[in-house]
C-alpha cells in the first residue's frame, strides 16, 4: 500500500531564517506530487505541483520554492522565512496517468510553520 | 483560487441527527470531490463524483451534484462524535491544462456534540 510521509510535524523559526520541509511516498512510482498552504479556517492553496523528478511548476508568485531530487521526494524550501510564510503545510500525492482515479489526492499529517 | 465554496462555513449538530453542507462551484468539472480534515491532521478523500452522475453514496455519506446550477451537497446521515471535522469540497475544473489540480473550497466546520 502507499503511504506519505510529512516532517517535521510542528516547526518554530525565526523570521530570516532558513526552510526545509520534506516530504516522501512509498509504494507508487513517478507520482503526481502536491505542495499545498492552509491558513486557519481557510482552504488549500496550491503552491507548487511535480509531475517528475526536476519538473517543478509554481502556482503563486512567493517567498518558497520546490524541489524534487528524486521520484517519490518533494521538498519545500525558503532562503529565508518572512512572518508570512506562518502556516500550515500539506504535502499530497496523486497517480500519474490519464484516467480519472489520478485526481484523487493522498495528504500527509501536515508541517504547522511558526515564523516569529 | 477557490472555486468552491462551501456553505454553511460552520454546523453545530445531535448525534444521530443528520448534516448536510452544499458547496457551489463556478466553471465546468470534470468530477467533483469531498474530503476531510480532522483538526490539525492532513486530508482525507471520501468521495469523487463525477460530471455525468446525479447521486453517489459510500456508507452514511450521501452526495449529490447538479452541473446545470453548478452545486453539490453532502450529506451525512446519523452522525457521530467521530464526524467532528471540517469538510471540503474540490472540483477538477475542465481547462487546457486539465492534468488533476484540484480547487479546494474553504470547508465546513462541523461539530457533533454527543
Known amino acids: 500500500s502507499q503511504t506519505i510521509h510529512q516532517w517535521p510535524a510542528t516547526l518554530v523559526q525565526p523570521v530570516g531564517s532558513p526552510l526545509s520541509l520534506e516530504c516522501t511516498v512509498e509504494?507508487?512510482?513517478?507520482?503526481?506530487l502536491y505542495w499545498y498552504r492552509q491558513a486557519a479556517g481557510r482552504g488549500l492553496q496550491l503552491l507548487f505541483y511535480?509531475?517528475?523528478?526536476?519538473?517543478i511548476s509554481s502556482e503563486v508568485p512567493q517567498n518558497l520554492s520546490a524541489s524534487r531530487p528524486q521520484d517519490r521526494q518533494f521538498i519545500l524550501s525558503s532562503k529565508k522565512l518572512l512572518l508570512s510564510d506562518s502556516g500550515f503545510y500539506l504535502c499530497?500525492?496523486?497517480?500519474?496517468?490519464?484516467?480519472?482515479?489520478?485526481?484523487?489526492?493522498?495528504f500527509g499529517a501536515g508541517t504547522r510553520l511558526s515564523v516569529l | 483560487s477557490q472555486q468552491g465554496e462551501e456553505d454553511p462555513q460552520a454546523l453545530s449538530i445531535q448525534e444521530g441527527e443528520n448534516a448536510t453542507m452544499n458547496c457551489s462551484y463556478k466553471?465546468?468539472?470534470?468530477?467533483l470531490q469531498w474530503y476531510r480534515q480532522n483538526s490539525g491532521r492532513g486530508l482525507v478523500h471520501l468521495i469523487l463524483?463525477?460530471?455525468?452522475?446525479r447521486e453517489k453514496h459510500s456508507g452514511r455519506l450521501r452526495v449529490t451534484l447538479d452541473t446545470s446550477k453548478k452545486s453539490s451537497s453532502l450529506l451525512i446521515t446519523a452522525s457521530r462524535a467521530a464526524d467532528t471535522a471540517s469538510y471540503f469540497c474540490?472540483?477538477?475544473?475542465?481547462?487546457?491544462?486539465?492534468?488533476?489540480?484540484?480547487?479546494f473550497g474553504a470547508g465546513t466546520q462541523v461539530v457533533v456534540t454527543p
Open positions: 499530497a500525492w496523486s497517480q500519474p496517468g490519464t484516467a480519472l482515479a489520478k485526481n484523487i489526492q493522498y
Open positions: 509504494g507508487t512510482s513517478n507520482p503526481n
Open positions: 511535480s509531475v517528475g523528478i526536476g519538473q
Open positions: 466553471t465546468s468539472i470534470n468530477n
Open positions: 463524483i463525477r460530471s455525468n452522475e
Open positions: 474540490a472540483t477538477d475544473p475542465k481547462t487546457t491544462d486539465s492534468w488533476g489540480k484540484l480547487q
